[in-house]
């Protein structure tokens, strides 16, 4: 895929958001060449928010973006889905400030710009090739960008829980293995840690539809949809926090216990260290040794 896409047709939901527990109508709609994607907020104005590194705000528990006090919060699911099957401009449009948490994956948005089809623009895609290594650490958490041919993510986690403990995975993002592999994976939590978080004012919409609940010792909504489910979702998290780089990366990114705060501090310190990384396009013989994403809806 050498050059860049967008969805043939607008495509509509509604939800509520995770932490606000507010409704929420979302629409994604074609956009030219060059925009990315870009969020629109249709009850204020239409004011908009680029997704890229420099309107990351407040990250904990979700990636939050701001411009000019405007709030976007928990985008990574949605971008995640749009790197995931190739959709590189696009205007979203929002009447609030939340995406909405939908099944808790990124499979819906799949099934929503599948339904749409994606079509082929003019320009060439513009990757961002890493260069050299680049590490941080954290405690005993730790995330990496290194160079590679292709898009690669890996992500280990180790949680003291019987259904998780030590799970690694490793992915290629080509030939539909984001659809396949990474897409259905839903967000997580424990009810141990429930009330805590309603008291800092989070997942207030959160229910046993939109997350897999952990209790003590197993699971309050099984069945799980991976065995190695909750891996598999922070490697979606992290394909989404990454897509603030607004461009699609050329490298291998290798994350251990890190979380929103660190998937963006990586993007926003590689981006400012213009040593590690350049911007490239691709020729149709390159574009040939890296294969690529790919959905059945496509139609060039
Ligand atoms: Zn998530």
Redesign the pocket.
């Known amino acids: 895929m050498i050059y860049e896409r967008t969805i043939r047709n607008p495509v509509e939901c509604t939800g509520i958001g995770l932490h606000s527990g507010a409704n929420v109508r979302l629409r994604i709609l074609p956009a030219s060449p060059g925009t990315g994607i870009v969020f629109r907020r249709t009850d204020l104005d239409n004011f908009e928010v680029e997704a890229v590194s420099r309107n990351v705000a407040k990250v904990s528990y979700a990636t939050s973006l701001m411009k000019q006090g405007v709030l976007i919060s928990t985008t990574?699911?949605l971008l995640s889905a749009c790197v995931g099957v190739g959709l590189d401009n696009a205007v979203v449009e929002l009447d609030n400030l939340e995406l909405p948490i939908l099944d808790g994956s990124a499979q819906p948005f799949i099934d929503m710009i599948s339904a749409a089809g994606l079509r082929q623009q003019r320009r060439k895609r513009t990757y961002l090739k890493i260069l050299r290594p680049y590490e941080m650490r954290e405690g005993d958490k730790t995330i990496g960008v290194y160079p590679a041919d292709n898009y690669t993510v890996s992500y280990s986690i180790n949680f003291p829980h019987p259904l998780i403990g030590q799970e690694t995975f490793k992915v290629g993002l080509s030939n539909g293995s984001y659809v396949e592999q990474i897409a259905a994976a839903r967000?997580f939590g424990f009810l141990e840690q429930q009330q805590a978080m309603l008291n800092m004012g989070l997942i207030r919409g959160a229910s046993r539809e939109n997350c897999v609940v952990l209790t003590r010792h197993g699971l309050d909504n099984g069945p799980l949809r991976f065995p190695d489910e909750f891996v598999r979702?922070k490697v979606?998290?992290l394909i989404g926090d990454l897509a603030l780089f607004g461009k699609r990366i050329l490298g291998y990114v290798k994350a251990d216990r890190a979380g929103h705060a660190m998937h963006t501090a990586i993007v926003s310190r590689v981006l400012r260290d213009p040593s590690c990384w350049e911007e490239i396009t691709l020729d149709k013989f390159a574009a040939s040794r890296f294969p690529e994403e790919h959905l059945s809806a496509v139609a060039d």
Request: hydrophobic letters at 15%; charged letters at 35%; a negative charge.
């Open positions: 990574e699911h967000t979702h979606l998290d």
